[in-house]
């Protein structure tokens, strides 16, 4: 037979001495190996308290993004839900009234925003799509849910918090893409 | 002698091709199809004496005719010159030929918004797709971009002016298709618009047309503004018995709701059967049509995007198991889920949606 490795080794099938029998050098050699990993690093954290950083690359849910004076962005284009492959992305656009300008950037707005949270994969070409730079995915997952219908998000559950009325939050919510964009910027 | 024509050759991009005398550069290349057609944004066949404005179908002529070989000093717009006997033309194999059609898709989004992700004509956009093929990413210009007023032309036309690259085919239609013109360019150079002379409406009865033969989004059907995305609507080839025109259209539906009417279009995007406005902007409803089938769509347009050709169903065997009795559905979309509400009924809107129509969640009460 063609071995799929050269380290390959045949079982060895000599029946056990007497003193292996005993098995007491095998547990000694086992306890050792156990005991060394004590003083180890912990691989795993205390989680509810003690939380990992993200990384600059990780996709998590959905955001929809507002410019400086806390306009929304998104104009209903479709280019998220088009290129969405779960197709989870659905959006009803309705046209700005005179008076509405300080709601939305652009003459046409999202009345409607959805994603289903059940079909989303997080892949993330959504935010690629984006020609507004009004979708992009944040530092925090999905929360569980007991029931189906609490995974489709509409726009109040999207929408980032308006950066002049709760600038704390939406600090908080772009997370470290502003650090990192200023970091570009700069480069 | 007489009944026998003489047919002229003419190699368009190494292909030979016979072809009667009087045709056009374009059309020829047209008959070979793929990618030796040149683009056009202002010549459009049916209208008499459209083309030879916006440029973009430059052709280099390499040798003029076998009687004279001589090349064509200059590039010529392959939509006005018609061919010779023996005529050489180079389209995509010349580089004078590509090098010049970036310039000028260059210089026709010189003044575009670029507002594509507003702009309803996105997705069957002919400026859109030939600034793909041929645009720069960036832009050189530095100054401000000519902008004008949107403007209602009646009640079912929206004129974006600050869109127009002034192809003037929508001043032919109005000209060669309805009775009466209303409208055409005004001013001259960099302050030329389409428009209407002191705010007049354009209403007879076949002016919808000039929502057709639009290149960019500049004329747009009211009826649909912001209705929904192209390329998330279902064309379907439909007729009805109309008085005026040969209604034959193609719905642009999504569900049962009919989003909106046009005419058909060939692969140039041209339209050969003009309907009337009565098909285009007041048979909203499926009973008024008689549906043929689907729109043979290009597979590689963003318009074919998720319409699954040849999919196979299996077969449902849930009822079976159950004894005939069919399964208890857990969750009705429509309880959670606020977009696409089956009582909001867009497609009967005269204009675009306000965000009233969404709250409200009752449009025919306003």
Known sequence: MQHLTNRAKPVDRKPMTALEKLYLWNIA???????????????????????????????????????????ENCTACGLCAVACPA???????????????????????????????????????????????????SETFAPSNYQRKGFIYGKEDLLIPHPKLEPEAYQQALGTRAKRQEKASSN | ???????????????????????????????????????????????????GKCRTCLVEVAAGSTADPRPMPKLVASCRTNVM????????????????????????LINHPLDCPICDQAGECHLQDLSYEHGKEGTRYEFKRRTFEKVDLGPFIQLHMTRCILCYRCVYTADQVSKK?????????????????????????????????????????RTFRFKNRVWFLKPMDAHRDCPKCSGKVTLWNRGDEVY??????????EVHDWICNECRF??????????????????????????????????????????????????????????????????????????????????KEK
Not at chain 1, 53 to 63: A, C, D, K, N
Not at chain 1, 92 to 118: D, S, T, V
Not at chain 2, 189 to 210: E, R
């Open chain 1, 87 to 137: 197709e989870a992305i659905t959006m009803e656009a309705a046209e700005r009234q005179p008076g509405e300008e300080h709601l939305y950037r652009e003459e046409k707005y999202a009345a409607k925003y959805e994603i289903n949270m059940l079909r989303c994969i997080f892949c993330g070409l959504c935010e690629e799509a984006c020609p507004k730079d009004a979708v992009y995915l």
């Open chain 2, 85 to 108: 006997d023996g005529m050489i033309v180079k389209n995509i194999t010349s580089e004078k030929v590509i090098d010049a059609r970036n310039g000028v898709v260059e210089f026709l």
């Open chain 2, 260 to 269: 909106r009417v046009t005419a058909r279009k060939d692969q140039w995007g």
């Open chain 2, 1 to 51: 002698m007489p009944d026998e024509k003489k047919l002229f050759k003419v190699t368009i991009d190494n292909i030979t091709i016979e072809v009667e005398p009087g045709t056009s550069i374009l059309q020829a290349a047209r008959k070979i199809g793929g990618d030796v057609a040149p683009p056009a944004m202002c010549y459009y066949t049916p209208l008499k004496g459209s083309g």
């Open chain 2, 181 to 221: 013109r209303e409208h055409g360019v005004l001013d001259r150079g960099d302050h030329s618009q389409i428009a209407t002379y002191i705010k007049n409406s354009l209403d007879n009865d076949f002016i919808g047309n000039v929502i057709d033969v639009c290149p960019v989004g500049a004329l747009t059907d």
């Open chain 1, 29 to 71: 050699k086992g306890m050792w190996i156990t005991l060394k990993h004590i003083f180890k690093r912990k691989a795993t954290i205390n989680f509810p308290e003690q939380r990992r950083e993200f990384s600059p690359v990780f996709r998590g849910l959905q955001v929809l993004n507002r410019d400086a004076e806390g306009r």
């Open chain 2, 282 to 363: 007041e048979k909203k409803e499926t009973k008024d049509w008689v549906i043929e089938g689907p729109t043979k769509i290009n597979r590689h347009s963003v318009i074919s995007q998720g319409h699954y050709v040849g999919t196979v169903k299996p077969r449902e065997v849930l009822t079976e198991v159950m004894n005939g009795q069919a399964p208890r559905l857990l969750m009705d979309i429509h309880t959670v889920s606020e977009v696409n509400q089956p009582q909001i009924e867009l497609s009967e809107l005269p204009g675009p949606a306000t965000g009233d129509v969404f709250e409200n969640k009752n449009p």
